[in-house]
Every structure is written in structure tokens, then in C-alpha cells.
T-cell receptor, first 115, second 114 residues
């Protein structure tokens, strides 16, 4: 069964460093998402991506964040200069169709720890 | 704004016990409602969904009914198993297309004892 994959499973970085979190969505999906969950808090929407551009982004997704689909299979989230408060689990998701009740398929997440 | 509120956890039950996990929502419009489950070490998986008032979603013995009058989508199972131990997230989505982001509740951890 097709699945969304994410690498790495755990990333440790120093404050101020750049990190790139990688995702491989399901191959025939068209809509892509990043969410994050700070420990003990809600899963929060960061950004959605369709047709090679950002469709919607949350207030969290400031200038330090960017997304890219560089090669038609990977979908990446870059944090340019990490802060301590960026420590969280980051989930990638993808969806095939445009309806709100089409299922979003999630990856297992990348745990980012900023020291 | 839109939000989802789940009951506080964690929840610990014995095998074969009855499960209810409460979920209420606030939304501007008529959302689709979802329950996602996360097993240890895995991503979030869709458990069930309902797209309009009075719809009942069901899967793997779990059920939830979309109650517009009480803005609720409580998750129930008549007899839980050890394998149901996981984190359960209630969520809603309002828009279509690429803007159909999910708004999640905080999640609740369920542990089922043999």
C-alpha cells in the first residue's frame, strides 16, 4: 500500500542552523501539507502546496520557513535559522483530490530538536 | 475562528471496556469531521469521517456521529482491545481544494490493559 515517507526520523540541530525536512508524498497525489506538533500541544497546520506554489500558510509559517518540490517526488520544508521554539514533531501529508473530505495521508513525522 | 476541543487524557481502560472520547468543535460554516489515530512510531491514519449533520462514520468497531445541534463528534467503541492503544485526534476541515487544511484537537492517549 502506498505511503508517505519522511526523513530523517529525528533531527538534532543547534539554534541558528538551517534544517531541511524531507517528505516523499504518495505518487499520484496533488496536494501537499506540512503540520507540526509541539510536545503536549495540538497538531498545527503550517502550509499547503498545490501546482508548485503555496496555497495557504498559517501565521507560524513566517519568512524563516520555505517549502519546495524540487524534483516531482520530494516535498521539503526548510527552516533557515532554527529557534528553540521550532522543536516539534513535523508531519507531512498528501491528498489526491480537491474535496475537503478526501483523506489526507500522513507520514510518520520528523522529530526536530533545537539545542 | 475554527477549533476542536477534546477531553483531557490520558485514558486507561481494561480490555473489552466501553470507550467514549469526547470531541466538540467550533466552525464558521459546515465542516467535514474526522478522527485520526496514531499508533506508536507511525503517522496519523484516518480512522473515520463524516461530512454532514447526522452522518455516522464507522471503522474497525469505532463509530462517531456528526451532531450539529451539539457541535460534537464523539468517538465510541463498544469493546476495546489492547491493539487499540494509540493517540486519537479529532479534526475538522472546512474548505475544498488545496485550502482544505485540517484543524486538530490536542489528541488523547488511550491505553488498554489486558
Amino acid at each position: 500500500e502506498p505511503e508517505v515517507t519522511q526523513t530523517p526520523s529525528h533531527q538534532v540541530t543547534q539554534m541558528g542552523q538551517e534544517v531541511i525536512l524531507r517528505c516523499v508524498p504518495i505518487s499520484n497525489h496533488l496536494y501537499f501539507y506540512w503540520y507540526r506538533q509541539i510536545l503536549g500541544q495540538k497538531v498545527e497546520f503550517l502550509v499547503s502546496f498545490y501546482n508548485n506554489e503555496i496555497s495557504e500558510k498559517s501565521e507560524i509559517f513566517d519568512d524563516q520557513f520555505s517549502v519546495e518540490r524540487p524534483d516531482g517526488s520530494n516535498f521539503t520544508l526548510k527552516i533557515r535559522s532554527t529557534k528553540l521554539e521550532d522543536s516539534a514533531m513535523y508531519f507531512c501529508a498528501s491528498k489526491q483530490g480537491q474535496s475537503s473530505y478526501n483523506e489526507q495521508f500522513f507520514g510518520p513525522g520528523t522529530r526536530l530538536t533545537v539545542l | 475562528g475554527n477549533s476542536v476541543t477534546q477531553m483531557e487524557g490520558p485514558v486507561t481502560l481494561s480490555e473489552e471496556a466501553f470507550l467514549t472520547i469526547n470531541c466538540t468543535y467550533t466552525a464558521t460554516g459546515y465542516p467535514s469531521l474526522f478522527w485520526y489515530v496514531q499508533y506508536p512510531g507511525e503517522g496519523l491514519q484516518l480512522l473515520l469521517k463524516a461530512t454532514k449533520a447526522d452522518d455516522k462514520g464507522s471503522n474497525k468497531g469505532f463509530e462517531a456521529t456528526y451532531r450539529k445541534e451539539t457541535t460534537s463528534f464523539h468517538l465510541e467503541k463498544g469493546s476495546v482491545q489492547v491493539s487499540d492503544s494509540a493517540v486519537y485526534f479529532c479534526a475538522l476541515s472546512l474548505s475544498t481544494g488545496a485550502n482544505s487544511k485540517l484543524t486538530f484537537g490536542k489528541g488523547i492517549t488511550l491505553s488498554v490493559r489486558p
